[in-house]
């Protein structure tokens, strides 16, 4: 079974003329062969990006991709969809940069329509400190070269009027914009790299779940899979926040927790947000879907969990964020929460490294905020696996950095990865 041609207003056309009968399956259905050169654990954005690449940039064959679910099943396809590079730190700006631009063209390179939609994301701030310290930020985004305004309370005003500009604990003094951020629909994200690597040649096996990792005199080897062996020259892991564990399987012990992050969507209402909000003085943004349900998340459960649900004090806290913020959200009804697992890191800021066992690679400790990264996190790691070295925009985010005092601590809170 082959999969689809280029997807063009031609190939629309010519199915629209057969009643749409012709349509093939997105990507093929394959079982497991004994061994490639590249595994991928984990089907997420991150995982299926890196297969991408790996085909498309680094001209590498013999690659498979194994998830234990459904293509999309984990937080690629339960995130809030938001998108930005506005970052601080010299480890950061530049690999969400790249991130950015890898956005701005994904869908023309893999010929899929993620709906990629730059409609602004506004970090609110409500006191003088916080507006120094989003001047500070902005100013170290444009020495970067990445755009950044900051804005005084009349210009927030104008752009989102329904805010609540007088509360009397949190007035809102003005805000910093990123106009380039925005949304991208998620599981899109996830549909689009599983289909141009499959056309690539890429096998992307749902399903199969890795439960044992074989190492032979310090060297990775293969995997056992809920569908059998399989053998590897070299592993990928990305598994975003089964991280811990499945690094577990192999004898290594990660930097990283996993929490609970949710999300919340309302019922459809007409459109008045037009970008991504932010709220400064609490953890809770909002952004307005396509179908006109506004979407909004806020902190992750401050307990370790592997269980992707949502639960009431969690909501309650979102909400109360939400109605300092919005009052009028009050009136709206909520229509569903769900839950993802989170691979928090202890300075907030990823993992893309060899590990300690040859053969075996880590993409890991994303946090928040790894669905922006998905494209240069992808890139990235492909670039490790076939180059043996970090890309240069990675070049921090080595596993042990923990060890040497080379920390990239974004919020500067400190080794609590519940607060990043
Ligand atoms: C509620 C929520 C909101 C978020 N909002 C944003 C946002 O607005 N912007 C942003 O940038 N980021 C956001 N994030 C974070 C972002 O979604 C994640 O950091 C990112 O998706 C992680 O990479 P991934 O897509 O590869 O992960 P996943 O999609 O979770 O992929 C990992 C895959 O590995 C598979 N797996 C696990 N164990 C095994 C195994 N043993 N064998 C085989 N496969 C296995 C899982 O089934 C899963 O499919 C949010 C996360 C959540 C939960």
Redesign the pocket.
């Given at each position: 079974m082959t999969t689809n041609d280029r997807y063009s207003i031609f190939s629309i056309l010519r199915q629209a003329w057969r009643g749409n009968t012709g349509w093939k399956p997105v990507w093929r259905d394959v079982a497991p062969k004994p061994a490639y050169d590249v595994v991928i654990?984990?089907?997420?954005?991150?995982?299926l990006a890196t297969a991408y690449y790996l085909a498309s940039q680094y001209g590498r064959r013999r690659i498979a991709v194994?998830?234990?679910?459904w293509i999309g099943?984990?937080?690629?396809g339960?995130?809030?969809?938001?998108?930005r590079s506005n970052y601080l730190l010299p480890g950061n700006v530049p690999f969400y940069e790249l991130s950015m631009k890898l956005w701005e063209g994904l869908e023309q390179d893999i010929n899929y329509n993620a709906m990629v939609s730059q409609r602004g994301v506004l970090n609110l701030y409500h006191s003088d400190a916080q507006r120094d310290a989003y001047a500070r930020r902005g100013n170290a985004m444009r020495l970067h070269g990445v755009d950044a305004e900051l804005l005084d309370a009349a210009k927030v005003r104008r752009l989102v009027p329904f805010l609540d500009f007088e509360n009397a604990r949190f007035p809102i003094r003005g805000g910093l914009l990123q106009r380039r951020g925005g949304t991208v629909r998620h599981d899109a994200v996830a549909w689009g790299y599983a289909r141009a690597a499959d056309r690539l040649g890429v096998d992307i096996i749902q399903n199969?779940?890795?439960i044992g990792i074989r190492v032979d005199g310090g060297r990775a080897m293969g995997l056992d899979t809920s569908r059998g062996y399989i053998g590897a020259r070299q592993i990928g892991v990305?598994?975003?926040?089964?991280s811990s564990r499945?690094a577990a399987m192999a004898g290594l012990r990660l930097p990283i927790e996993s929490h609970v992050?949710?999300?919340f969507v309302s019922e459809a209402v007409k459109p008045f947000v037009g970008g991504v909000v932010t709220f400064g003085a609490g953890h809770f943004y909002i952004s307005q879907s396509d179908k006109g349900g506004l979407v909004f998340?806020g902190d992750i459960d401050g307990y370790n969990s592997y269980a992707q649900r949502g639960n009431l004090p969690v909501m309650e806290d979102v909400c109360e964020g939400g109605m300092a913020l919005m009052p009028r959200l009050g009136r709206v009804r909520m229509l569903r929460q769900w839950?993802?697992l989170?691979d928090m890191s202890m300075d907030g800021s990823p993992i893309i490294d060899r590990t300690p066992v040859e053969g075996l690679y880590l993409n890991a400790g994303?946090c928040?905020?790894?669905?922006?990264?998905?494209p240069a996190a992808g890139l990235c790691f492909a670039h490790l696996l076939s180059c043996d070295e970090p890309h240069d925009v990675a070049r921090g985010y080595r596993l042990d950095r923990f060890a040497t005092g080379h920390a990239i601590d974004e919020k500067g809170m400190g080794p609590y990865p519940n607060l990043h």
């Open positions: 654990v984990g089907g997420g954005g991150h995982g194994v998830e234990k679910g099943s984990g937080n690629v339960r995130n809030t969809t938001i998108i199969c779940e890795v990305s598994v975003a926040g089964s499945v992050l949710q999300a998340g839950g993802g989170v994303w928040y905020g790894g669905f922006k990264a998905t």
